[in-house]
């Protein structure tokens, strides 16, 4: 299974910061990496897929990069309603595997 | 709008079984992969399963923790998809989510997701 290494597990930020997310995978994944944001009693959302394709109605100041086994998730001017955790997934082979998680907090 | 509503979740003894359903609204389900995936309390994400499409003769994955003893199945004609769980173990306890995987660039891959429903296993 590939195993995903995601950091930090927690944020403390101001809107306005610039964050950054961090994805390692264990294996080579081709690109293949989404990332979620999700907030509490809502469904999870797709930011980002093949590393740095923006999803449809997603804005601008959420990117992604990858260098190698490592992704990051940016986020430029950091506004109210980013304040969430977000998650990376891989899709390379199965199983499908998550990484553990980023809370954005003020 | 895109839609994803889970449904059948509840409390089970170990050894028992239950079966979710999710329906769908907002796009056309018959082209799209489907997904389940599960947070127990207090962990991260697992994914469980997927069905493929007609296109992909609706082809199963599952996860190793579920494998044998879940089902996933669907209904195109009811834009619905079921995940059948049987001997069901205290682990299994978790919110499950279905999610909907369309065709994005060169693969399919997780998009929507529904809220979720969760499925207790306590004696």
New interface residues.
């Given amino acids: 299974d590939i195993q995903m290494a995601q950091s930090p597990s927690t944020l403390s930020v101001s809107v306005g910061d610039r964050v950054t997310i961090t994805c390692r995978a264990s294996q080579t994944l081709n690109r293949r990496l989404s990332w979620y944001q999700a907030k509490p009693g809502k469904a999870p959302k797709l930011l980002i897929y093949e590393a740095s394709s923006l999803d449809s109605g997603v804005p601008s100041r959420f990117s992604g990069s990858e260098s190698g086994t490592e992704y990051t998730l940016t986020i430029n001017d950091l506004q109210p309603d980013d304040f969430a955790s977000y998650f990376c997934q891989q899709y390379k082979s199965y199983p499908l595997t998550f990484g553990g998680g980023t809370k954005v907090e003020i | 709008e895109v839609q994803?509503v889970e449904s059948g979740g509840g409390l089970v003894q170990p050894g028992g079984s239950l079966r979710l359903s999710c329906t769908v609204s907002g796009f056309t389900f018959s082209d799209h992969y489907m997904?389940w995936v599960r947070q127990a309390p207090g962990k991260?994400?697992?994914?469980v399963g997927?069905s493929r499409n007609k296109a992909n003769r609706y082809t199963t994955?599952y996860?190793?923790s579920v494998k044998g003893r879940f089902a996933i199945s669907r209904d195109d004609s009811k834009d619905s998809m079921y995940l059948q769980m049987d001997n069901l173990k205290i682990e299994d306890t978790a919110v499950y989510?279905c999610a909907s995987s369309p065709l994005?660039?060169?693969?399919?891959?997780?998009?929507?997701?529904?809220?979720?429903t969760l499925a207790t296993v306590s004696s």
């Fill in positions: 994803l997904d991260g994400l697992e994914w997927r994955e996860a190793a989510y994005l660039g060169s693969y399919y891959l997780i998009r929507h997701w529904g809220q979720g």
